[in-house]
């Protein structure tokens, strides 16, 4: 006998399978989760229908996105700090332990980054006007500049890969990543508060 769980899931697994009659519309998630139909008839790949298309969204659109930074000269990381700096207001200073939390990197990370943004003359290290034993990483001018212009060239980059969309379904699409992002993050940070207790 199923109960009512199985019957959800159940129905939800045929509802949202992909069919075998018109596949005009199929991509490639679809074929793979129709390969797996046939291999484990009995396994609900819903998962794949949502997550396996965000995998490969970001590798179709990752390598334009790194290739619009390094017509600036930065990779990716770079980008993040000078963008961390630029975003946080004017003078654009931040200490490293701000910059590391926003960027969620390790202090040993972010120093070798600063360490080539400094070399080419993006951001300088200043003592702290308030405590002379510490350091701000500073964005220069000449940093700034190509913050805004490296980001305003990938916004636009960016903007191309959403053209099959309307605006109401890019309005939509966002707020279902957002609740799921944040369901996600919450649920880790539950786990974390357990383990530590």
Do not use: C
């Given at each position: ?28 998630v679809d ?135 309307d605006g ?30």
């Open positions: 006998m199923m109960n009512g769980t199985e019957g959800d899931r159940d129905r939800r697994g045929d509802r949202d399978r992909p069919r075998d009659g018109d596949r005009s519309g199929d991509d490639h074929r793979l989760r129709r390969q797996w139909a046939v291999e484990l008839p009995d396994l609900d790949t819903e998962p794949m229908a949502i997550l396996g298309r965000a995998f490969r969204l970001s590798n179709l659109v990752r390598p334009s996105i790194e290739a619009t930074f390094a017509d600036f000269g930065l990779d990716r990381g770079e980008f993040d700090v000078i963008a961390t700096l630029r975003r946080s207001g004017a003078p654009y200073r931040l200490t490293p332990t701000e910059m590391y939390s926003a960027l969620m990197i390790s202090s040993g990370g972010l120093t070798h980054r600063l360490d080539r943004l400094e070399k080419a003359g993006l951001i300088r290290r200043e003592k702290s006007p308030r405590d002379g034993r510490s350091v701000l990483v500073a964005l220069s001018e000449a940093g700034a500049a190509l913050a805004e212009k490296a980001f305003r060239t990938d916004m636009a980059s960016e903007a191309s890969f959403l053209q099959a969309l109401n379904e890019r309005e939509a699409l966002a707020a279902l990543l957002r609740k799921l992002i944040a369901g996600i993050e919450n649920e880790q940070a539950r786990g974390e508060d357990e383990n530590a207790s």
